[in-house]
């Protein structure tokens, strides 16, 4: 299918958590008429002061849908809510377009946009980094698979929420978010070690943190997840427990692939150690705690 097909109108957010609650109020407040759907109802209800409506059911939410925006937790999620008879895809109206935003594995994309395509619908895989602050702030980098006419047609809902760039085909999506993934996990636990060397050598880590500021060190994870570490603040913005998803997600697509991802197989290893712990549901930032924890026993391991 082409951009061919009237003015998108109408919205549905399926997944109103972190990310997906304040993408939906944004749609809303930018005028289009968005119906929220979520597995635990609450979390939708509460963006009802800022113009978006909820339905009782996912099928319910996008059976007059221009757009279905998907945000879910997981691709076992994902496929839970979209897929069968009873699922998502099987009630999206003729013309409608499925927008995966969720991060999933390359192979579950692949498959709901051939699941989409049986139905004569577009599909596009296009998650998102930039975090809770990108989302309630239409700062986020979005990374998109698929067909660029689509991405085209959806180019107005894209500048809502931040900056979209077209990656390749269906699934390209989905794994360039793999590559975001690896480098953010790596950077978070290099910037936390950073702090925890420079804590137990005597020097502020706060201080530490504002000298590197500007320098070859700097970037958004250093700036935003090293204020975290220092202020002590793990209040989710990406919980632990979905960034080690992502890392064996891309670590399983490298093996399968006959790579070897030495530094990444040890930042999984560590971010796995800090779920096992129980701190699965606090900020990736947390890692910190981990290293502590670690460090506090006197051995190298998790």
Known sequence: MTGTHALIRTITVIGTGIMGGPMAGRLAEAGYAVTAWNRTPDKAHGLR???VETAASAQDAVRHADVVLCMLSTGPVCEAVLCGEGGVIAAMRPGSVLLVMSSIPVETAVALSQ????RGLDCLDAPVSGGEKGAMEGTLAIMAGGLEAV?????????VLGRVTHVGPSGSGALTKLAN???VASTICAVAEALTLAERGGADPARVREALIGGFADSTVFRQHGLRMVERNFEPGGPAKYQVKDTSTALGFARHHGLKLPVSEEVDRLFQAMVDHGDGDLDHSAIILELQRMNSRGDNTA
Request: hydrophobic share 55%; proline share 5%; net charge neutral.
């Open 115 to 118: 699941a989409v395509g049986q």
């Open 181 to 183: 993934q690896l480098i």
């Open 49 to 51: 002061e800022r113009g």
């Open 151 to 159: 991405i085209e047609r959806l180019a107005p809902i894209f500048a």
